[in-house]
């Protein structure tokens, strides 16, 4: 069983069909006899390779139970780390791994693009770096990236950080039970805002709120990578832990 189809990383080096093409080092081969009828054929010179960058594969029922490779939390540059919003040739994605890989030298980045339009799955020559949807995955350098958004992006990214190690240590107490929609409070002490939303995110585990603030010293216009919470204009928008906000007392 092979890895893919002959096209690696968007270059088609050969034709197959899919899953059964690998590369090897010459010494890890051994001849065989006869070519089977069904190699032959898959062998078989075609008219043109245009559309190969487009084949996907097919899902494998074995990927569930893959165990990735670990990663580094940042880049050595710093200009990266593992779930930083990043733009890749003018498209939106999430950066899932940093480290070392085995098709080329030096520290590369993993990133999950948000649209299928990538070249993998996280999974390059059978190698299980990351994982998420076909064609949604791809290699780059840390200076070949872009931090999205404006330039407080790099605050966004921290404020996320943040909220992401409060929400693992279980710091984060069930918002529905302490706040309502509509709600005014104070965040981090010295901005009002509304309560726009309470519940789940995709970013982080536990509930959370979603602040529209008076003023524009947040982050968001109430969506975050792709997916949409509340709405308001953007720079107002802030998830938060109840930790970080302050009930208003009501007039």
């Known amino acids: 069983k092979g890895v893919h189809n002959g096209n690696v990383m968007g270059v088609p080096y050969f034709e197959c069909p899919t899953a059964m093409g690998v590369f090897a080092q010459p010494a890890q081969l051994s001849a065989s006899g006869a070519v089977s009828s069904s190699a032959q054929a898959a062998a078989a010179p075609v008219a043109t390779i245009a559309a190969s960058p487009k084949t996907v594969a097919a899902p494998r029922p074995e990927d569930e139970d893959i165990e990735t490779l670990p990663s ?27 480290g070392d890989v085995r098709f080329a030298a030096g520290e590369w980045v993993g990133v999950e693009m948000l ?16 994982k998420c949807a076909s064609r949604k995955g791809i290699f780059s350098r840390s200076a070949e990236l872009q931090t ?37 409070v104070m965040w981090r002490g010295a901005h009002a805002g509304t309560v726009r939303y309470i519940g789940t995110v995709k970013f982080a585990p536990g509930e959370f709120a979603g602040v529209e603030l008076d ?16 709405k308001c204009e953007s720079g107002k928008g802030v998830f938060s832990n109840p930790a970080m ?5 009501e007039a």
């Open 72 to 98: 580094r939390e940042m880049t050595a540059d710093g200009g990266a780390y593992l779930g930083q919003e990043v733009m890749w040739k003018g498209k939106q994605g999430v950066v899932r791994y940093i």
């Open 115 to 130: 649209e299928a339009e990538g070249m993998h799955d996280g999974n390059v020559l059978g190698v299980p770096y990351f």
């Open 148 to 184: 999205a958004g404006t330039g407080a992006s790099a605050s966004v990214q921290r404020h996320l950080r943040q909220v992401e190690a409060a929400a693992t240590v279980g710091a984060i107490a069930r918002v529905a039970g302490t706040m309502r929609l509509g709600q005014r």
């Open 215 to 230: 003023d524009a010293v947040g982050y968001y216009d109430g969506s975050f990578m792709g997916d949409g919470y509340f």
């Open 245 to 249: 906000l302050k009930v208003m007392a």
